[in-house]
């Protein structure tokens, strides 16, 4: 039987806990194509990471993005040059969303010496300082805490940047979680909380496993405010985005933004995600897929469907490239076993 299940309110309409998500602002055609753009590039990307594990040719844990693209890619579109990005294992979106180059991404997914940690990391540990993005970690609800040392080190030297921690419904029931928002609020601190709400964590639905289903709502004994957002939609996550970074940027400390979402694979690629029924995976896929949302909204403002598979072909060249790097580009050298590891 398939575990009871929260709505996700597209913009305009009443959340599962009542309240109402005011319909977001339009974007302009430039916009529009922007997260288009990099949506498919991170929808493209996911599907051929789950071809290659499907080979064999990546290992160990691979937890795919698809469903969830409209949040990093609007809440990129809030930040400016300097901002920080920190997330879980479900990271592969965020990195490109970043700007991270896909064939160091791929690279690193097949252990090879072009990745981004250069073979040694893996899917979970990636990380790249010139573009701001501190990881990709495994162990759940880490990146909170290390997230708001971001955030920290921001008000420690007196510049106007602000982190962003990713995490999901089940990270929010970690304890670091909860110290790091009392840390926060208490000295003010530059961080968004985005926890991304895919209903399900590693398989368990939030109606089960948390007293309080409404995320915005886990910082109000901290007098940390949080708004519950259509995470589906792109345009209301960067309105959420601006928002929240506004907010820090302004000093008045942290945010939290609950970005109500659905990933349409399991868990991690070893999971067959029996706890809930095909429908229900449909349903959510033709009603309210971020990426076909952008696209009816252009094909309704005259572009043509040659237009935008001309996008979808760039992309996928841009993808297939990065496989083929990542499956011909050198193993790392066993001298490098224990070269930048901290000991």
């Given at each position: 039987m398939a575990a009871p299940k929260k709505s996700v309110a597209p913009a305009g309409q009443a959340t599962g806990n009542g309240a109402t998500q005011p319909s977001p602002p339009d974007f302009n055609r430039d916009q529009e194509l922007h997260a288009l753009r990099d949506m498919l590039l991170i929808r493209r990307f996911e599907e051929k990471a789950g071809q290659l594990y499907g080979m064999g040719a990546i290992g160990g844990f691979c937890h795919l993005y698809i469903g969830q693209e409209a949040i990093v890619v609007g809440m990129q579109?809030?930040?400016k040059d300097g901002d920080q990005v920190i997330t879980g294992y479900r990271d592969h979106g965020h990195m490109l969303a970043c700007?991270?180059?896909?064939?160091?991404?791929?690279?690193?997914?097949?252990?090879r010496h072009g990745g981004y940690s250069k073979g040694k990391g893996g899917s979970m540990h990636m990380f790249s300082k010139e573009k701001?993005?501190?990881?990709?970690?495994?162990?759940?609800?880490?990146?909170?805490?290390?997230g708001t040392g971001l955030a920290f080190a921001n008000r420690y030297r007196g510049n106007d940047f602000v982190s962003l921690a990713y995490f999901g419904d089940g990270a929010s029931n970690?304890?670091?979680?909860y110290e790091s928002f009392n840390m926060a609020e208490l000295w003010k601190l530059p961080v968004v909380y985005v926890i991304e709400n895919n209903r399900y964590a590693m398989g368990t639905s939030v109606t089960r496993s948390s007293a309080q289903t409404d995320f915005s709502k886990r910082g109000i004994s901290f007098n940390i405010p949080g708004e519950q957002v259509d995470g589906m939609d792109v345009r209301a996550v960067k309105a959420a985005g601006d928002k929240a970074v506004a907010w820090c940027r302004a000093g008045k400390g942290p945010y939290i933004l609950e970005m109500q979402t659905y990933r349409y694979r399991g868990h991690s690629m070893s999971d067959p995600a029996k706890y809930r029924t095909r429908e229900e995976v449909d349903k959510v896929r033709h009603d309210q897929d971020p990426i076909e949302q952008v696209r009816n909204r252009l094909l309704a403002e005259k572009m043509t469907e040659q237009d935008l598979k001309a996008i979808d072909a760039e992309v996928r060249?841009?993808?297939?490239?990065?496989?083929?790097f990542a499956q011909h580009d050198a193993e790392p050298d066993a001298s490098e076993l224990y070269t930048d590891v901290y000991r």
């Open positions: 579109m809030a930040l700007g991270m180059d896909a064939k160091g991404v791929m690279a690193e997914l097949t252990g701001n993005f501190y990881g990709g970690h495994g162990i759940v609800g880490a990146q909170v805490s290390l970690q304890g670091q979680v060249d841009i993808v297939n490239a990065a496989a083929d």
